[in-house]
């Protein structure tokens, strides 16, 4: 299954951030988006998961010669800052969102959040809160939050930003661990070397325009 964006056009207050864009992640994909800050990379991004709209143009799933249009569970989505809720421990922002829209049973949550905890070994901080937590353990929380639903495509803002070697290198680990597992990595990144060592394919926004390198 890809997810495709299919010249598609963005802007905001009749300035155009990007137009005529196109672009296919496939599962097993580790694709990166580098370029100047300002060119509209994080709100690619959101224009993929659904975040934002796009004024002409379509995103959708492509399985089987057929059309699907995407729905949250699908896409994943890690943000920069992590947007962890401060006042919950690191298993209540596993488990909140799944549990409020009814997506699984308080029971499937938690146990859900306790395997992939362990997975990205966290398991020992799942009482813990936010301001307790490493640059680099807030990154796998956030990682594991959006693993939840078991997306198809997992979309990655400066996934490497603030960290040190030793945090990067596990991202580097966590992202061939995702792509074993099928799931398609979109990430965007300043990161020269974290890009060139990780990237499957490579493009660069810059002037409205997708490049692929």
Not at 23 to 47: A, H, M, N, R, Y
Not at 159 to 184: E, M, N, R, W, Y
Request: hydrophobic share 40%; with cysteine; net charge neutral.
């Amino acid at each position: 299954m890809k997810l495709i964006a299919n010249n598609v056009t963005k802007s905001f207050h009749q300035q155009i951030i990007f137009e005529h864009l196109s672009l296919s992640i496939s599962q097993k994909d580790i694709i990166s988006v580098f370029g100047p800050s300002g060119e509209g990379k994080s709100t690619l991004l959101k224009c993929l998961c659904g975040l934002e709209q796009v004024e002409e143009g379509e995103i959708f799933f492509l399985k089987n010669n057929s059309k699907k249009t995407p729905t949250p569970s699908e896409i994943g989505m890690v943000f920069q800052d992590y947007q962890l809720f401060a006042h919950l421990n690191v298993e209540q922002n596993l488990t909140l969102s799944p549990i409020v829209n009814s997506l699984m049973s308080k029971e499937e949550a938690k146990n859900t959040a306790a395997t992939l905890l362990d997975h990205f070994g966290l398991l020992h901080k799942k009482l813990s809160y936010p301001f307790q937590l490493s640059g680099g353990e807030k990154q796998r929380v956030a990682i594991a939050r959006a693993c939840m639903l078991n997306p198809t495509i997992l979309l990655f803002d400066e996934p490497t930003a603030a960290l040190d070697h030793k945090s990067k290198q596990k991202v580097k680990g966590i992202f061939h661990d995702l792509q074993k597992q099928d799931i398609g990595i979109l990430f965007v990144s300043h990161d020269k070397e974290f890009v060139e060592d990780i990237s499957t394919k490579k493009f660069m926004l810059k002037n409205k325009l997708l490049i692929e390198h």
